[in-house]
């Protein structure tokens, strides 16, 4: 199909302002009035909290109001974070406000204060009198699952999920194995370390409506923060500002309800905004997994069987791990045919802090560990990193481990063949000391959310009198383009020019919903949406034009702000004067279109079959190291990438995404780890959790392989998540090819590679 | 765990002394009670973060008197005020204090190179300073002084301990000086990091000087692998007067690293620590020398 606007990389709208830094970020308003709000957290990972004195805080001159978790009217919720359908108790978990009797972790909240200044209300935090007594604790997920560990929740196990999927027989399969290769690997937290901390101020409106301009990935947490306080739906209003990253880490609630607390306490503005250091220990961090895997194959370098254990943790609270443990057990395989696979995987509560969200969501863990394997076969077997690969990749047609189909289209041999061969020809080692190396590594993740989740998404255009469209969508833009992607699609349906449409965003109660900005569903979701919505103002123009040019509906096509007829170009109406003439004639100048998303059942047993994912997206990172021998330092010199993204709506900004997933893997790979000794931080500033600079990273060379085939608008697919897959096992592997070792724990620091080296020597 | 809050946790009187007569008398008055503020980036880390208090805050870097590089072919004076930025961009720096030029060149970015300034670095008392090990081995000396008077101090006695120096709560670092390094001398600067412009894992200097195939005077400084910055002059003691051939490198570089004890942190641990030393030791006494003029 020809497009005119989609598939342009045109600078997004909101470029400009933010460049010139006018753009106002949650932090950046305030309110006449307003009070500064701070968070007083526990000092320990494990604790009862015994008693909680706030008299010598509340009697601070400047203090409007210290809580504790006894003044939240609904503390403790069943929650569904964020969900509208029914999902059931294994998807649910408890959302404390804040903390009671038991502390679960480091920096868990544990009071509120709003003061007239932000030094008055920390001044009141030491005032808060806490008396602890510490517990034991557990701080390691296999120690938190025996028999006799420390509860770290109320129930009687730390387990949160468990799943298994069930292909063939593992057994009798590795007995006729050539080869079987066995390996434990684990990967540490990670911080998503967004430039713009946690922030947001909160106000109650004339109308008594609590009111929060918020940074957030979910604008829909609007329905949990009216259940802490025990009020309507429609009495809470979340405002999105301009988000400065995200990256799973404000997908759950941030600051939310704590404003609300505090707003609806004072009924003055309230702002709250974390510092940095607070911001580590206040919201999420990616999953630590341990995972066990055993992979066997015959003498060609065909898998027969895997067998696979991924241990989670959770650590203090359940948030998203079921979810993400459900991705990690349908992404364990791979993208590879294995006509036996036997994976089992729990998720455990530690006292560690609390693992949800994080760009990747379960699919990058067991990536890093299915991509060693592949490359560890692949050398025992004397086959190169693609041979390997196309050996065994899915085709269109093969079936997912739980036995569901593929739709659209599975591109993994040519995203693999296309990233490797742009290496070229291999290059002499550059110094006595410095070896080069290459590495290979592919990739799938779903987008869009579990279908069981029954996702939808809503979008509203209207059509102004001179010719100008204003479009409305709830979409959390977190800077990768999610609006201005609509906004092309507007553009391209209506034939008119880009700044001559305006969208509103990210309101509850002014946008219509579009569900969050996650699980890579944007695109997808509120694309779709926004297409239904265009092609129904288009239907009418259509028929209203046909009427006045006296034309086959058939033989009128949008271009340049005017109805063309096709056979006859000099005959057309400006788009106005349709407009005009639908305006005269009553006839509706708007619509709002909902999309939803295939929908599927919620599991009922812990074995997972059949379809949890509506689609996929598969790309592969190609990468060249190069080590020092004498140091163990590694430079990624270069690094390809190539992913089949069914349709780039703006290629400018789908080269961003796969450039940015590729930074922040060179990051998970090589110098990232947030280090957490008995439940506490000792990374917990920009000064200890290193993240790569712009010197530490090579330019990314982006293929784009346009199938056509996604299920997104034009045949789009998502890549926001699924650009996190590959790096950081092509690094891996290409530091194996480059000095003979194999390192199974990340980050691969120099420490690691260089002691492995020596004895390896020895 | 210290949480950075932002805020400044302890209130402070804020003075601004624009002559270095009046930021000495400042500190003779709230003698124990003032801190100097020069580009703050150490500073103020330490005062968010709770672990440094003061009741007087002196800012001094606007002290237009202190902020100067003199070089008159032999010698180099450097005013303690400078931005580690203009020491960078400094052509005379570039050309004959390769290690100065290359342990500047390391350090932070730009944004923070424009505060910064060299006093700075030094008076903060890191033992891994970058500045400090090029100063070590070009033999540098510092002028202290106060409303009692002036005192010179070589580098070498200038580091007591982690954030200790012998500075005493009255003076300020007024000039930093580098002697006359002699003829057919080369010198140079080595770090690692975690990532680029990072605080060094560990650090080395080296300058020395050639006469013909030999090593004349030699000196050899570590950072990040004690408690202060060091020299090893076991090490140098190895090369000094010997004819330069590569065995001679790996002795030198393997004896530094046998006397070296330095500890695991969060940057690093002491056996990689200690593994390293000897390479970038090795790698600096090369450049050095082919800098001096020497082939190898
Ligand atoms: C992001 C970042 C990266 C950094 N990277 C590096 C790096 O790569 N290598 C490195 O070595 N450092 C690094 N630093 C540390 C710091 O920038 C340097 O040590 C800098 O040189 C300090 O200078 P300043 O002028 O900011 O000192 P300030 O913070 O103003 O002062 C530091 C200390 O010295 C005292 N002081 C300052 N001047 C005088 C004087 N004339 N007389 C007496 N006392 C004085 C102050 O009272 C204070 O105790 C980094 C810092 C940051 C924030």
Redesign the pocket.
Known sequence: METSVVGKGLPKFDAYTKAKGTIAYADDFSLPGMLYAKVLRSKYPAAMIISINTARAKSLPGVHAVMTGKDVPHNNLRAKFGQSTDIGPNFEGLYRVLAEEKVRFLGEAIALVAADSEKIAEEALALIDVIYEQLPGVFDPIEALKQDAYLVGDNDTNLVSQFKIRQGDVETAFKSADVIVENTYSVPFKDHAFLEPESGVAWVDENGIITIRVCTQVIEHFRTVAEVLGIPHNHVRVIGTWVGGGFGGKEDITVESFLALLTWKTKRPVKLTYTREESFLAHSKRHPFVMKYKTGATKDGLLVALETELIADSGAYTYLSPWVLLYATVNAAGPYNIPNVKVDTVAVLTNNPFSSAYRGFGAVQPNFAYESQMDELARILDLDPLTIRLKNCLQQGDTLTTGADFGGSVAVREVAEKAWQALGPKRADPGKHIKLGRGLAVGMMSYGRLTFLHDTSRSYIKLELDGSVLMRSGIPDLGAGQAQALVQIAAEELGVPLEKIKIFTSDTSLTPLAGTSTATRQLYMSGNATLKAAREVKERLINKASVMLKADKTDLKFENEKIIRISEPDKYLALSTVIGQCSTDGDELYSEAQFNAPFTEVPVSDVITGQTFADFTFGAYAVEVAIDEETGEVNVERAVTCYDVGKAINPLNVEGQLEGGGVDSIGYALTENFVVEQGYLKSHSL?EYLLPTALDVPDIETILVESGAGIGPYGAKGIGEPACNAMAPAIINAIRDAVGVRITSLPATPEKILFAMLSRIK | MKTNTKILASEFEYLECPTLAEALNCLSKYNGKA???????????KMKSGL?QCQYLIF??KIEA?NYLISDKKTLRIG??IS?RSIEKNEQVKAYYSALFEAVR????TS?KN???????L??G?P????APPLLVYGATLKLSSIRGDRIVPVEEFFVGPSQTV?ESD????EICLPDLGDQIGSSFLKL?RVS????KINVAVCLNRTGKSVGNCRIAFGSVAPTPIRIPEAEEILKGQEMSDELIVKAAKAAAGLIKPITDKRSTNSYRQQVSKVILEEGIRSAWQRAGGEL
């Not at chain 2, 801190?35 to 880390?45: E, F, N, S, V």
């Not at chain 2, 505060?115 to 670095?121: E, R, V």
């Not at chain 2, 891994?128 to 500045?131: L, V």
């Open positions: 000064a | 801190k100097i503020l020069a580009g703050g980036t150490d500073l103020l880390i440094l001094v870097k202190l303690p005020m580690l390391s350090m932070a970015a923070v505060m910064a300034t060299i006093g700075g670095n008076c903060n890191s891994a300073a970058d500045t500075l003076e300020l670092l007024t990091g412009a990072d605080i060094a």
